[in-house]
């Protein structure tokens, strides 16, 4: 009869102290928080807006060392990737533009099919989320209006 008595016990005791162990490793595992990769810098502030980062350095230097390129070669590989990145800022500039037209579009056929108070409501609701956004980017991207 004890036995039949123990091994119950002993298997309830065994699963408690491993759910514990298991919880407590749950619960002391650190949260990360999204950090912007250079401190004080926004997202595109790092490699478009400041032309003194050293990324695009290198990114040159590598290119540069494991081709071997000759002093020509260089020249023409720095132009290459200039001309490369002024694009990048276009079509990135172009693709926000683009966006926030349709944004626009988007809001004008919505207050078209509302009442005056539903208008003025949507109005408010938009403004609410416009705030929310300002202090998320300030909060995440600092400097980034």
Same mark, same amino acid.
């Given at each position: 009869m004890k036995k039949e008595l123990i091994y119950p016990v002993l298997?309830? $005791?065994v699963s408690v102290v491993a759910g514990l162990a298991i919880g407590l490793t749950i619960a002391r595992k650190p949260r990360y928080d999204f950090r912007p990769r250079f401190e004080g810098k926004g997202m595109m502030e790092c490699?478009?807006? &400041?032309? +003194? @980062?050293?990324?695009? +350095?290198? $990114?040159?230097?590598k290119i540069s060392k494991r081709l071997k390129l000759s002093d020509g070669q260089k020249e023409?590989?720095? &132009? $290459?990737l200039k001309s490369s990145r002024d694009e990048a800022k276009e079509v990135?500039?172009?693709?926000k533009d683009k966006l926030a037209g349709l944004k626009e579009k988007t809001n004008t056929k919505i207050r078209s099919i509302l009442s005056k108070d539903q208008q003025?409501?949507? +109005?408010?609701? $938009?403004g609410e989320m416009?705030?929310? @956004?300002d202090r998320f980017k300030e909060r995440r991207m600092p400097g980034i209006k």
């Open positions: 298997l309830a $005791i490699d478009m807006r &400041n032309k +003194d @980062m050293g990324r695009k +350095d290198e $990114i040159f230097e023409e590989v720095k &132009n $290459i990135f500039k172009a693709s003025a409501e949507f +109005d408010k609701m $938009i416009k705030g929310k @956004m």
